[in-house]
């Protein structure tokens, strides 16, 4: 299985700033998605992201508020724009290989 | 879309007891894992079951596709067997993960 490598693992930030996520994978996926675990829930797809195209997000999320990259087929990120307290979660990215879904370690975002 | 639906939601053993952890869709299915996510966050895969009977070590799963049903079994449970537990599934029409609710463990020594 994939082995991905996600970064900040943690952050606090303001009111009003973005924050970056990036996940790095040691091959090459075509898919890779976004996930959102909002406290003490179950996780959500925010977006799937295929290089070379725009990512196809899922209802609830917008392109401007989680702008998405995938510049090959190793990486991607995730910014959480004009972040609130209520996009305090922990943001996960996943990759496909075969049919095993693996995931990055997590960033726990806390917004105050 | 699939529903996944997981019970009990809360769970309380002693360490030493055993636990079944279920895990009901609503549609059929190409692709079961069920991951346990630890207190820092992160998903381990434990299995990846579509169908059958697995074992690894203290844990086993079985999935009855027909009746749309798989099983987690956790036996002589340890105090590091605590977190979060999710049965995760991708039905026939797409490449999505849709996730359980989750049954949360807490092994007490």
């Known amino acids: 299985s994939a082995v991905i490598s996600q970064k900040p693992s943690r952050d606090i930030c303001q009111r009003g700033t973005s924050l970056t996520i990036q996940c790095q994978v040691d091959s090459q996926v075509t898919m890779m998605f976004w996930y959102r675990q909002q406290p003490g829930q179950s996780l959500t797809l925010i977006a799937t992201a295929n290089q070379g195209s725009e990512a196809t997000y899922e209802s609830g999320f917008v392109i401007d508020k989680f702008p998405i990259s995938r510049p090959n087929l190793t990486f991607s990120t995730l910014t959480v724009s004009n972040m609130s307290p209520e996009d305090s979660s922990i943001y996960l990215c996943?990759?496909?290989?075969?049919?095993?879904?693996?995931f990055g370690s997590g960033t726990r975002l806390t917004v105050v | 879309g699939i529903q996944v639906e997981q019970s009990p939601p809360d769970l309380i053993l002693q360490e030493g007891a055993n636990s079944t952890l279920r895990c009901n869709f609503s549609?059929?299915?190409?692709?079961l894992q069920w991951f346990h996510q630890n207190p820092w966050g992160q998903l381990i895969n434990l299995f990846y079951i579509p169908s059958g009977t697995k074992q690894n070590g203290r844990l086993s799963a079985t999935t009855v596709a027909t009746e749309r049903y798989s099983l987690l079994y956790i036996s002589s449970s340890q105090t590091t067997d605590s977190g979060v537990y999710f049965c995760?599934?991708?039905?026939?029409?797409?490449?999505?993960?849709?996730f359980g609710g989750g049954t949360r463990l807490m092994v007490k020594p």
């Open positions: 995760a599934v991708v039905d026939n029409a797409g490449n999505m993960l849709t």
């Open positions: 996943s990759v496909v290989t075969g049919l095993l879904y693996t």
């Open positions: 549609d059929s299915v190409n692709n």
